[in-house]
């Protein structure tokens, strides 16, 4: 392996720490679950580091890392859910939010003709989210080990929701830009 495919590893790296961090979720083990989870936290922050500071942007990557962070986020999300830590609406509107995301991305690549070179690149909002995300199920884990007042999970709840939604939104406007764009480009 070089070490220009350093940030694609890891990206799988993290896909793969998925499986046994939902394991520990599920198995009550909040400690392992924490370490594995920060673990995985620290590759998304390295992969994407690395992959700027060194010019190892690849397209592979520019898939592989959000794609990473969703599988995790989501199943550790769903995780949460099922031993009682987190909300269905939060659950629901991450999902949907993901979804809409995935599926935009999708179509806007298809349908604006764009190179089979150009990258993928998340909005800042989005990367807040993903940061803010993150933090929210390490302090769900953590407040499993050291127990806190459950304002302070309600209160997380609600700056999680409010983040999805602005990115959420962000990303329909930054389509909608593109939309535009593309028409005054090709008028009919």
Known sequence: MSFSSLPNALSI?????????????????????????????????????????????????????PMADKLLLVSSFVALYVIGLLPLWLLVLVFLRDFMIVSGTVGCFIGSGTSKNDLLSPSKLSKINTVLQIALVLFLVMVQIYPVSPQYSTVFFIIIATSTVLSGADYMWIWVEQVILQEKKNPQ
């Open 13 to 65: 790296l993290r896909i793969i720490l998925t499986v046994p961090v939902v394991m520990a979720l599920l198995n009550h083990q909040y400690f392992l679950a924490m370490v594995l989870f920060f673990i995985a936290g620290v590759t998304d922050a390295l992969d994407g580091w690395i992959a700027k500071r060194y010019s190892f942007q690849s397209r592979l990557g520019s898939i592989l890392d």
